[in-house]
């Protein structure tokens, strides 16, 4: 799988054939992308998208087929943290079309991951998933991510209380300290 960093120019040129499967993920996950007071809006769905991938670029990657181009996931970057002109934690969301799951989307993730603590410097990278997950707390585990807190009844999925659990992965890179941060 191929990673494709989103820019505002190449975004614009993106044609129709990219984009969709970007709008088709973010569909089938409506109630986790969508139910925020950020999202909330009487814009249609469509357009919210697109001010979804345009707000979070530079922070924005496609996964693409090797052969044929084809979208097969994305991934942004989210509450971000900076400090000292570096990102010192970020928030990650990731979907993969089902034909990604398994050891491709793990590969191409695995990639990603790798180079945003390379070239980004990222101290921190935190995922979350609802409790009642259990597919992606295996994909976190396997990518190097440990549970870092559950928080109970945190939000409302179908009309349930539903727990967040908190996944975070560090820097690995051997004796990485992240920037000299003044103590309070």
Known sequence: MLIFTLN???????????????????????????????????????????????????YFWLFLDKKTAKTLGFCYLYDIVTAKNTIYTACA???????????????????????????????KIKAECYSHN??????????????????????IVKNQPENIEIWSIFNPAPGFVPGNFEKY
């Not at 054939?17 to 469509?46: C, G």
Request: charged residues 25%; glycine residues 2%.
């Open 93 to 123: 969301t990731i979907c993969f079309d089902k034909s990604a799951y398994g050891p491709r989307a793990q590969n191409a993730a695995k990639t990603l991951l790798n180079a945003l603590f390379q070239d980004y410097k990222i101290y």
């Open 134 to 155: 259990i597919h992606i707390p295996n994909f976190l585990v396997k990518l190097g991510f440990c549970r870092e807190a559950v928080l109970k009844n945190e939000t």
């Open 8 to 58: 505002k120019n190449n975004f614009k040129n993106l044609d129709f054939t990219a984009f969709w499967p970007i709008v088709k993920l973010m569909l089938r996950h409506r109630h986790k992308l969508f139910d925020d007071e950020y999202l909330n809006s009487d814009t249609p769905l469509l357009q919210r998208v697109y001010e979804i991938v345009e707000h979070y670029i530079p």
